[in-house]
């Protein structure tokens, strides 16, 4: 097991047991030699290397969390190894685990029933199955606690889905969507599972971004798209229950910042290595060696915070301000960091051939999706005050 230089302050040696650093050490070594050698050819063509789910899942990149596919007991530590590793080489990849293990499987685990779980964890942890998770929609972001228009009306044994999402990442290739929508019903929120090939269901590629390019993200349309009550997650009553599955993944999304500015800053450490300004390397002047000494304070802080964040939920003591805060924080800590190694490898830090401009354009989707730095530091500050400023 080769310890990462920018692994300061050595986590991953002190945490991590034999078997998790040997599991790190493989998935490391595939991503460096499949993955980092076409990422900037696939962000600018902003086109998903689909060929990499088999080898994630042969890493068990889908499977460690789930009680139905774990390979060997791990820690929630190791996972957001695991998450940092992938974001580390590229946020794209990352972005497809999160949503793919993460949102779409960590639905199915916290509010599928126990029939429910043994039919789809298994096929989604072995990439057989492409999820997606369906939550926000055009008029309906930042309040999709209140805000859904999405509806959902039961007929007999089926319920049938009617509204518009957008962002939704996967979606325009996935095999199922996790769709969130209110019953007429009640006015509560649930969550349906929708084979993406159901008459009434349209999902079309948002064009254009500049953020994590590789990730297919859709708006979809749904038109009386039906479902059968078998496809209901069964554990899934009001928005507490989606919110339990963000609370989870908000911390993976902070460890996946810390993998950003990390392979933002390896960039403009092997950049300021080799690069010769005024008869020396520029690293050997003063100024460059402190964008990134500030760089690698930022990476050692936000990782002892996420390191944390993920030892209190293993230890069942996480709540959502604990993962909002390691989110908040991690990802305006990466922003800051990104815009530095951006700036130690000069006019050479705007194309995508010195690797460090992918990460500085990624940075941004991460700040902003599973709750913005607002949404997050807002619930830091209803814990703390007491008093809710977004209701
Ligand atoms: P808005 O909610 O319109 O917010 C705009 C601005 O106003 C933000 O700065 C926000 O912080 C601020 N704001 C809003 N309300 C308040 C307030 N009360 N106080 C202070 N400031 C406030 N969603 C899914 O469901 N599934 C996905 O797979 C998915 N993938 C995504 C991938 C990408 C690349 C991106 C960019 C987004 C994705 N999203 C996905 C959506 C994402 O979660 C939303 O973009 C995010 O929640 C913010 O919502 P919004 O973009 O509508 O911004």
Redesign the pocket.
Known sequence: FEPLASDFYSYESALLSDREKDALAALRAWLESDVRPIANEYWERAEFPTQVVKPLAEHGALAFAWDETRPFENSAVFRGFVALELARVDASIG?FVG?QNG?ATGSLAVAGSAEQRREWIPKLASGEVVG?????EPL?????ARGLRTTARREGDDWVLNGE???????TWSDITIIWAKDEADGQVKGFIVPTSTPGYEATKIEG?I??RM?Q?ADITLTDVRVPESLRLQNANSFRDTAAVLRQTRAEVAWAAVGTAIGAYEAAVAYAKRREQFGRAIGSHQLVQDLLVKCLGNITASLGMVVRVSQMLDAGQQRDEHSALAKAYATSAMRETVAWAREVCGGNGIVLDYDVARFFADAE?LY????????NT?IVGRAITGEA??V
Do not use: C, H, P, Q
């Open positions: 972005t949503v949102l997606a998770f369906g939550l926000t309906s972001g930042s309040d999709s999402k957008r962002w939704i990442g996967n979606a971004k953020s994590l990730v993200n989707a902003s999706y599973e709750g913005t730095r607002e949404m807002l400023a977004f």
